[in-house]
């Protein structure tokens, strides 16, 4: 049975009309395929990030490396999944150059697209645990921050989130 864009069509998370280009912030989290704990595990609520983790943790402490006008306030990688607070600002970088205009989608592809080709290296040269097809899952899961009230809930949230592993995963 092949699958029928028009008989099940995906469910839409996004705002309808909204613009992603958007300045703003962006709490996203996307999980691997089958959710499939590959980044390392949590004991009595301490992360301990298993050698993909540790590069996967890099890949976004360094993102504004990548991206000129995006940067991550606040994550953490997860055994199975990352919770990120992204930040798209509009800048220019001189005073002669257009302004930047990165998408959160784009954003979040390449954050998949690269730690999947890194993901895959780790596989046969290092022999990390493999994945079925693809790491990640199929899309993400944003919440656009509109109000400043709810950020410093929202980077606590992240921050705390080991300590919620062992009641979330039972």
Not at 31 to 36: D, V, W
Request: glycine content about 6%; proline content about 6%; aromatic content about 14%.
């Amino acid at each position: 049975m092949t699958f029928d864009p028009f008989k099940n069509p995906r469910k839409q998370i996004r705002l309808p009309g909204y613009n992603y280009k958007t300045p703003g912030y962006y709490f996203v989290t996307f999980c691997t395929e089958k959710r499939l704990c590959l980044f390392g595990k949590i004991i009595n609520g301490n992360l301990l990030h298993s050698e993909a983790g540790k590069l996967v943790h890099r890949i976004f402490k360094n993102l504004r490396h990548f991206y000129f006008g995006v940067h991550i306030d606040t994550f953490v990688v997860m055994p199975d999944h990352i919770h990120a607070i992204i930040v798209i600002r509009q800048e220019r970088q001189s005073p002669q150059s257009p302004l930047t205009g990165h998408s959160l989608a784009d954003v979040i592809k390449n954050i998949k697209t690269y730690t999947t080709t890194c993901y895959t290296k780790g596989v046969y040269q290092k022999n990390w645990k493999p994945f079925c097809k693809r790491l990640w899952q199929r899309g993400y899961y944003e919440i656009i921050i509109r109000d400043p009230k709810s950020l410093p809930r929202i980077r606590k949230y992240i921050i705390q989130n080991p300590l919620y592993w062992k009641v979330s995963k039972k």
